[in-house]
């Protein structure tokens, strides 16, 4: 009987607190209750690469007490993105981007499965990715990328350095600023609207900083590093912005002056706002064009930065 009582007790210890030891069968054993955290460092993408080639193009971390899948390789990455993209399409919200107002209605951290989601993103599919809306817009981004080459061959005639990041993220929030406000934020020597720029980027900042909060849920009531109190600070500002930009265009509309109209994004959610029955509002507007502006922004600035990055490597 006593032998029955202890095998029962080890079985239960394992069942309780194997996951704290990382195990995987697919990735590095980690070390207890950290996990892998240790082996990120860091340079996390580095990192990952070299236990990729270790472990495979799938692999299994436990950061803390969460399990995270790394795919490291194309065909991988199809497979989870592209053939399987339903069961895969939400995902695990960060700690400061949980701070955001209305998250429900964002179109990144939104559930897929609710129909104001599917609304949203068929709005942005029809109103600004749709062939006719990008055709129509042809003439803006060639004017913002005319206005970023004449700033880079002024650089050039004087002989100084250029902030390719810096250049490329001021000139994507111009084209996000006139597709949806018909106004540029920034002018064209990229030296006014700081503060717009510095909240864009605090923001990314807070979302991908390391935060214990993410890693070890229960410490979230805690916020002990300040990272989602920081993270709210900023989306409150830059909603007052918000809310700047869409208390003068409700002003204007309210007047019937035509030239109040612009026909941009913006007028096309307050159409939707104005019809009866409409989910779409005030506290809706906000969440989603900030969504457009972090992403299409500080992707388009990271991504060409790796780019030239790259080429300097391997011209």
């Known amino acids: 009987m006593e032998v029955y009582i202890f095998l029962f007790c080890i079985v239960i210890f394992f069942l309780l607190f194997e996951p704290l030891f990382g195990r995987s069968k697919t990735g590095p054993i980690g070390l207890p209750i950290l996990g892998s955290i240790n082996r990120l460092g860091r340079h996390p993408n580095q990192s990952l690469a070299?236990?990729?080639?270790?472990?495979?193009?799938i692999?299994?971390?436990?950061?803390?007490?969460?399990?995270?899948?790394?795919?490291s390789s194309p065909a991988m990455a199809k497979q989870v993105l592209q053939t399987h993209a339903q069961p895969f399409s939400d995902r695990p919200v960060p700690d400061a981007i949980a701070s955001m107002h209305n998250l429900k209605a964002s179109l990144v951290w939104g559930?897929?499965?609710?129909?104001?989601?599917?609304?949203?993103?068929?709005?942005?599919?029809?109103?600004?990715?749709g062939a006719q809306k990008l055709n129509s817009l042809q003439f803006l981004r060639y004017q913002k990328v005319e206005q970023l080459i004449q700033h880079i061959k002024n650089h050039c005639l004087s002989n100084s350095q250029v902030n390719v990041g810096e250049v490329v993220f001021a000139t994507t929030l111009n084209l996000i600023f006139s597709?949806?406000?018909?106004?540029?934020?920034?002018?064209?020597?990229?030296?006014?609207?700081?503060?717009?720029?510095?909240?864009?980027w605090k923001i990314v900042e807070s979302a991908g900083k390391p935060n214990l909060s993410d890693y070890f849920?229960?410490?979230?009531?805690?916020?002990?590093?300040?990272?989602?109190?920081?993270?709210?600070?900023?989306?409150?500002?830059?909603?007052?912005?918000?809310?700047?930009m869409i208390d003068k265009r409700m002003?204007?509309?309210?007047?019937?002056?035509?030239?109040?109209?612009?026909?941009?994004?913006?007028?096309?959610?307050?159409?939707?706002w104005d019809e009866n029955g409409s989910f779409i509002n005030r506290e809706t507007i906000k969440p989603l064009i900030q969504n457009l502006f972090i992403a299409g922004s500080e992707t388009s600035a990271a991504t060409t930065e790796w780019a030239m990055a790259e080429l300097l490597r391997n011209p």
């Open 50 to 57: 070299e236990l990729a080639k270790i472990h495979g193009p």
């Open 59 to 71: 692999m299994t971390l436990r950061l803390g007490s969460i399990t995270t899948i790394v795919l």
């Open 111 to 129: 559930p897929s499965d609710d129909h104001r989601w599917r609304k949203l993103r068929g709005l942005c599919s029809t109103q600004l990715f």
């Open 179 to 200: 597709t949806m406000f018909s106004m540029d934020i920034i002018d064209p020597e990229f030296s006014t609207a700081q503060e717009f720029k510095d909240l864009v």
């Open 217 to 244: 849920p229960v410490l979230k009531r805690f916020d002990l590093q300040g990272v989602r109190k920081l993270a709210m600070m900023h989306y409150d500002r830059m909603h007052e912005i918000f809310d700047e």
């Open 251 to 272: 002003k204007g509309r309210a007047s019937s002056n035509p030239s109040s109209r612009n026909g941009d994004f913006l007028d096309v959610l307050l159409d939707q």
